[in-house]
């Protein structure tokens, strides 16, 4: 079977699988390649793994964080963020593939986290110079207008819970190795610092994420722990809610979907875990998925919540449906670990790697009825893989 | 005087003259049935009182009188008329105490086997088979108004709970079954059922019982406690079954719960000195062959009350002593060493917070030396029980303090004893358990705990989910393999740089996996490096963490040695007694050496001729041979196997000389040069005897792979190594020793041992069967046998040679 990019055989069929939905034609051109229409019987046999939409390169160095900005509700094209080994952050425009504005806050140190703040295009960059810079973008600016100094030398990326009224709430690693600091933003006023019980001994934390059930105004926090645990964490009361260990190695990152109140998580080790939080929120591991390679750097799951993505030591990039953890694409471009992956609204997948590329993915397109925001980059053209190489 | 008293003694005495001196049947015959009629139940009875007083004073002389005269000559003058019978009527219808003890007592007294020793054995044995225990028993309980004397009660119960060991002491392999443990003890459990039960009937009937019936009937409770439920009155002093207890190894019915052990002797232990010996010297420390459920009740038994709960802790203290003395970690058996720390355990599991803090700082010394000695040791059996019991101790000691963690893997042996130190149930012991005790169980509920299936995903295909999932197609993933480590080097040299000077693990890695390879396939590169290789692997350390790096090491050291074995071997050796090596890198060497030495013996290594002839069809069955059965068996068991090369069965192994023998020289001599010259870092003779075995058992394994060769010199200075360890104190460095003597045996042609070391093979001898005997270590002593069983062989072997 002969899938080239841009001419699609399964045109016909394919307007008359998604016929139903009211796609524009744009969007139809968009998911043209990834023959997502075929007929059921034609996919017995498997589609040829995929190929890159573009790489980015020029970052000159590993990428450790990577993040999708802009493009919300039409304002603008949307931006990939990525930032480096060097300690530089690089702006990509999505649309001429090339950096818009390489921002240098973190004196040549690593910088592992890069998060948007929905007002006012502030930017949070985490480097490992131990500081965390808060940047102002707008209207082409990019200088540091705050930033704050961290106590913690792991590698836990922080976490940001935006509360509304311009506040938010940032969780961090702490002075103490085992503890997580919440602040009061933009106030940077300490609201707690959560330390695991002394008998507990999780170590260090390794990755946080901060959310707030739809039903209840508590924020809390999810924490992977060093030992291999995953905690939650109700900050408002500083205490686990409850702790299930998914892994025997750190873990080194996890997806949560609120609305499933279910988390998937990559450790050092060999396997996924997927868990789930119960109405009495306690966590319970669901099960496990075996892998090839040990080594997960990362994992997100994309915001419609249909496909998720890690990020492997194994230079690879694999792509799991979601609800049934399924897996769907291993993607083998890059010939370093890949330090992380994003996932835009749209549901473009960025990846980064310790050989200095970005390669971007277009897999399974969001359907055009669950929320997405517009498509920044539809007209691009359809480049095989490697257009700016 | 009693006319009555004086004319029994007047009667008896003639009768005894009469049995002591004539020879005359008839008139032995007509004495004994006159002295009958003083025994109840005969045909034409004496007056009741005059039957009392004969049973009172003279019956027990009679009876030692015929005892003494039981002789085949004797016997015969009456033969026809039944005089054996008769006497016999007198012990077997006689007062029952009386008899018994007369009987044990010739019995003992007698100087050797006898007919009169056989006679006397056999009357005990029908005297046992007749009920007559009960009997005795029966007598202890009945004795009115003239209560027995403790002391004469005490030899009683001795002997009936000795019996059999001392009737096995006496008869030797001439014992009769009624009086095997197995055997008897049973017999006298019924008895005493039986008795109890007559009790409890006359106490029933007439309220007549005297005092002394307490003990007896208090231990035929306890035996019948585990049988029946006929136990109507239990009486707290049951000495007689304690006593069973104690002596026994296994007594039949032993219960095996405190409650009840408790309930039988009651607070025996405190008031008597015997029985607090036997329950916390003689139980605990010298016989070690109970099981662990009769140590627990034991233990519990000193538990269950507040005023025997003192002993239990002196019986700790005592125990942790024993546990920690470095000469009982060296000369007590395993068995018993497991024995002790199971009690320690117990005991501790049994003691409240409070009582393991009074004796706390002497408890802990105790503790802290034997750690201390058990971690020292070469056997792991005893290191194993050193951690354990510290781990557990420890957080007993001092639950307060970090807890102290080995790392051990968990087998049997550990799982038992943890579970040992787990409190008992609540309603065993009174003091409440506190929750401190238990050996927090890690919890570590791995990875794998999450398939357990507590799936309860939330429900499935809620909301926009269920329209379009089937639409994701899997993309073809069969591209994604294993990840393939950076690239091996091909050449030894390459890989030599690499482990020296390499920053990239991967490839650090990958060369050191692929070392062996390379030095096996290419032999000349290697030898060009050998030496410097082997240096680089033994100073190789685990930078990264690398599966197995252990074995890949040692195989790739092995293959050095191998390749080029002289040159390397020399260095190795060397090294062995270099300064700056950890005990570690020192038994590598050893290791190695052994390893390698393997290697090079192994019959047929070099020529390695393709010997895959092609894994052809079998040939069919019933083919046209002889059909003989045993043909058509193996024709049947050749069409049943699969062979993958079919070659070496035709050709036969090719026979080659044993390349060890040319460089064992090598291997060998360089190891016993400096052994008793001990380093700062390094010292065989003291503290490192762990090095110091392992070397005994490499040059026993060395000796051994030079078999065939000239290996004389070796065997002899084997044999001198040997001589001067052979008192060591480490019963791992003396297994070493035994097995090298083993394989001097083996290795040296049986005719040049006698011709060059004869003086050495008689001091071996005789040193050997002192080892056999005495060592109180098993395997030691099975080692030796097997030395000895090696040396009658050669001996057998060269006298069949002189012979002809």
């Known amino acids: ?389 | 005087m009693d006319p009555a008293v004086s004319a029994v003694r007047v009667a008896v005495r003639e009768a005894v003259h009469t049995l002591s001196s004539c020879e005359d049947g008839d008139r032995v015959l007509s004495t004994l049935g006159s002295l009958k009629r003083y025994l109840s139940g005969a045909e034409s009875p004496a007056p009741p009182g005059e039957q009392e007083e004969f049973a009172r004073v003279h019956f027990a002389a009679v009876l030692r009188c015929l005892a003494g005269r039981l002789s085949p000559g004797w016997l015969e003058l009456g033969a026809d008329d039944g005089l054996e019978e008769l006497c016999a009527s007198f012990f077997l219808e006689g007062p029952a105490d009386q008899a018994f003890l007369v009987l044990m007592e010739s019995i003992e007294g007698a100087a050797g086997p006898s007919f009169r020793l056989m006679k006397t054995a056999q009357l005990l044995a029908r005297f046992l088979g007749a009920g007559r225990m009960a009997a005795v028993m029966e007598g202890q309980c009945r004795r009115l108004g003239e209560p027995a004397s403790p002391l004469l009660q005490e030899t009683l119960l001795t002997k009936v709970v000795g019996l059999p060991d001392r009737l096995a002491n006496r008869l030797q392999r001439e014992n009769l079954d009624a009086f095997l443990p197995q055997n008897y003890f049973p017999l006298l459990a019924e008895e005493m059922v039986r008795v109890l039960q007559a009790v409890v009937d006359s106490l029933r009937g007439r309220g007549r019982c005297s005092v002394p019936s307490a003990r007896t009937s208090g231990a035929g409770g306890s035996l019948a406690g585990t049988r029946g439920p006929s136990l109507g009155h239990l009486s707290a002093n049951g000495s007689l079954w304690f006593m069973l207890f104690s002596l026994h190894p296994s007594p039949p019915t032993v219960p095996h719960r405190p409650e009840v052990l408790s309930r039988l002797l009651g607070n025996l232990v405190i008031k008597n000195k015997k029985a607090q010996f036997v329950m916390t010297r003689k139980l605990l420390f010298l016989q070690y062959h109970h099981s662990t459920p009769m140590l627990q009740s034991l233990l519990g038994y000193l538990a269950a009350d507040s005023q025997r709960r003192p002993l239990l802790v002196q019986a700790l203290k005592g125990l942790l002593e024993t546990w920690g003395s470095a000469s009982a970690i060296r000369h007590a058996p395993l068995e018993q060493q497991r024995y002790l720390s199971k009690a320690v355990l117990i005991c501790l599991a049994r003691l409240g917070e409070a009582e393991l803090r009074d004796s706390r700082d002497e408890l802990l010394a105790s503790l802290m030396a034997g750690v201390k000695s058990r971690l020292d040791s070469s056997l792991p059996v005893v290191r194993r029980l050193g951690m354990i019991v510290a781990e557990t101790a420890s957080a007993r000691l001092h639950p307060e303090g970090p807890p102290l963690r080995f790392q051990y893997e968990e087998d049997e042996l550990s799982r038992e004893m943890l579970a040992l130190a787990a409190p008992p149930p609540a309603d065993d012991s009174p003091v409440e358990a506190s929750p401190a005790v238990a050996p927090e169980a890690a919890e570590t509920p791995g990875r794998g705990s999450g398939d357990g299936g507590v799936a309860q995903a939330p429900p499935e295909g809620s909301g926009s989910d269920l329209d379009s999932d089937d639409e994701l197609v899997p993309y073809d993933m069969s591209g994604d393999q294993e990840l393939k480590r950076s690239k091996a080097p091909t050449y030894v040299r390459d890989c030599l740089e690499a482990l020296t000077s390499c920053e990239d693990w991967g490839r650090w890695e990958a060369a050191l996996r692929a070392l062996e390879g390379l030095v096996i396939r290419n032999p000349a590169a290697a030898r060009e490096v050998s030496v410097e290789l082997a240096k680089v692997l033994l100073h190789l350390e685990e930078k990264t963490c690398v599966e197995g790096f252990e074995g890949l090491r040692q195989r790739a050291l092995v293959a050095v040695v191998v390749t080029d074995p002289a040159p390397v071997a020399e260095y190795l050796t060397t090294q062995f007694y270099a300064l700056n090596f950890s005990l570690r890198q020192r038994m590598d060497i050893l290791d190695v050496l052994t390893l390698a030495a393997q290697e090079l013996s192994r019959p047929g290594r070099l020529p390695k001729a393709p010997q895959c002839g092609p894994p052809g069809p079998a040939p069919p069955p019933g083919s046209t041979v002889a059909p003989a059965w045993r043909t058509v068996v193996e024709e049947r068991i050749r069409s049943k196997t699969r062979r993958f090369s079919k070659g070496s069965a035709r050709r036969g192994r090719d026979a080659g000389p044993n390349q060890f023998n040319v460089v064992a020289g090598y291997f060998f001599f360089p190891l016993l040069r400096h052994f008793d010259r001990p380093l700062v870092t390094f010292d065989l003779l003291g503290d490192d005897q762990l090095v110091l075995g392992r070397l005994a058992h490499t040059l026993g394994a060395l000796m051994c792979l030079a078999v065939n060769t000239v290996a004389v010199p070796m065997g002899k200075a084997l044999l001198e190594f040997v001589w001067t360890l052979r008192f060591h104190g480490d019963a791992y460095v003396r297994r070493g020793l035994l097995s090298a003597v083993s394989s001097v045996l083996l290795s040296v042609p049986g005719e040049q041992l006698l011709a060059d070391l004869p003086d050495e093979l008689l001091e071996a001898r005789s040193w050997l069967a002192d080892v056999a005997e005495r060592d109180s270590d098993e395997d030691c002593r099975t080692l030796a046998i097997q030395a000895l069983l090696l040396l009658e062989k050669l001996r057998d072997r060269l006298l069949a040679l002189a012979a002809p």
């Not at chain 1, 899938?3 to 699609?8: F, H, K, T, Y």
């Not at chain 1, 240098?104 to 998060?115: A, K, M």
């Not at chain 1, 009495?280 to 994992?299: F, M, R, S, W, Y």
Request: with cysteine; aromatic share 6%; net charge neutral.
């Open chain 1, 1 to 389: 079977m002969q899938v080239a990019l841009g001419v699609s055989p399964w045109d016909g069929d394919g307007t008359a699988v998604s016929g139903r939905r009211s796609v524009d034609p744009l969007r139809r051109r968009l998911a043209e390649p990834q023959v997502t229409a075929l007929p059921p019987r034609m996919a017995a046999s498997p589609l040829p793994p995929p190929d890159p939409r573009f790489v980015l390169r020029g970052t000159q160095s590993a990428v450790h964080a990577l993040h999708f900005f802009g493009g919300a509700q039409g304002q603008g094209h949307p931006l990939l963020l990525s930032g480096s080994l060097s300690g530089l952050v690089h702006i990509w425009s999505l649309q001429t593939r090339r950096p818009v504005a390489i921002l240098d806050g973190h004196q040549g140190q690593c910088v592992t986290w890069l998060q948007t703040l929905p007002q006012g295009h502030q930017l949070l960059s985490q480097g490992r110079d131990l500081k965390l810079c808060l940047w102002d973008l707008a209207e082409g600016r990019n200088a540091v207008v705050d930033s704050m100094h961290l106590e913690s030398m792991g590698f836990c990326r922080s976490s940001v819970l935006t509360r509304g009224q311009g506040k938010w709430m940032l969780a961090m690693p702490g002075s103490g190795s085992d503890e997580v600091q919440i602040l009061e933003m933009p106030s940077k006023t300490s609201v707690c610092t959560l330390k695991p019980e002394a008998d507990a001994k999780p170590g260090m934390p390794m990755c946080l994420e901060l959310w707030q059930a739809e039903s209840s105004p508590r924020p809390l926090l999810l924490a992977g722990y060093e030992d291999g645990s995953v905690a939650l964490w109700d900050v408002s009361e500083r205490k686990v809610c409850s702790r299930v260990a998914c892994h025997t190695e750190p873990v080194m990152g996890f997806g949560f979907d609120s609305q499933k109140a279910r988390g998937v998580s990559g450790s050092a080790e060999k396997a996924l875990a997927v868990w789930s939080l119960d109405e009495q929120q306690a966590l319970q591991v669901c099960k496990t998925h075996e892998l090839t390679n040990p080594g997960i750097a990362d994992v997100k799951i994309r915001p419609d919540r249909k496909i998720l993505a890690t990020a492997g030591w194994d230079h690879r990039v694999r792509v799991f449906h979601w609800r049934t953890m399924k897996p769907l694409a291993v993607l083998s471009f890059h010939s370093a670990t890949v330090h992380c992956v994003a996932f835009a609204t749209d549901g473009l997948l960025a990846a980064g790697s310790g050989d200095q590329r970005i390669s971007i993915w277009s897999l399974y397109p969001i359907s055009s009825d669950s929320s997405t925001s517009s498509l920044g980059h539809v007209e691009h053209r359809e480049v095989g893989a490697h257009a700016l190489a």
